[in-house]
């Protein structure tokens, strides 16, 4: 009798995403980060509609797209988090060479 082999799918996972890319989290941090941004350039910019579209997009596009990937599979927040506690945490190490006892 041989074994039977099942192919797993490769977007098995893909069940807490949207579109299958974003994860849940992400997205949410995202529109947190833009909508501030969004608010400003189109209330408090004195320009006109086309000048607010490209601030918006040359500002918007980039952050949007930076909260979406993340840093390392960790959310902004998360990774902000994890940054903040190895700053507070971190300890200057000396070797002055020789023999340790």
Avoid at 13 to 29: Q, S, Y
Avoid at 64 to 82: A, E, N, P, Q
């Amino acid at each position: 009798m041989e074994p039977q082999v099942i192919n797993i799918p490769a977007n098995f996972t893909d069940a807490g995403k949207i579109f299958g890319m974003f994860e849940i989290r992400n997205t949410i941090e995202m529109l947190v980060f833009i909508a501030p941004v969004i608010l400003i350039v189109f209330g408090l910019v004195p320009v006109g509609l086309t000048a607010k579209i490209i601030i918006s997009a040359v500002i918007i596009v980039p952050l949007g797209g930076f909260s979406l990937m993340g840093i390392r599979d960790y959310s902004l927040l998360t990774f902000v988090k994890i940054y903040l506690k190895w700053r507070k945490n971190r300890r200057i190490l000396t070797y002055k060479g020789g023999e340790a006892t």
